[in-house]
């Protein structure tokens, strides 16, 4: 979409822990996308969704590993 001679073209990253299946990514970066359609007005395929992943290891929280919780 272009406003005022700007096109519009939205992207959109998700941070999480390693752990899910590829279904269950595809079917959130497919929810994501049409949320983006719905409330921004984009065209869906100027939106890109791209899901960032970190090994258990690799991600702590409260001062705690994810694979030692």
Same mark, same amino acid.
Request: proline share 4%.
């Given at each position: ?7 519009? $073209?939205? @992207? ?15 079917? !959130?970066?497919? #929810? *994501?996308?049409?949320?983006? $359609?719905? @409330? ?15 090994? !258990?290891?690799? #991600? *702590? ?9």
């Amino acid at each position: 979409m272009a406003k005022n001679g700007v096109t519009f $073209v939205p @992207e959109v990253h998700v941070f999480c822990a390693a752990g899910r299946t590829r279904d269950q990514n595809t079917k !959130l970066m497919k #929810k *994501i996308t049409d949320a983006v $359609v719905e @409330e921004f007005g984009a065209a869906p395929g100027s939106v890109t969704v791209q899901i960032i992943e970190a090994t !258990l290891a690799d #991600k *702590i929280k409260g001062a705690i590993p994810f694979n030692e919780r």
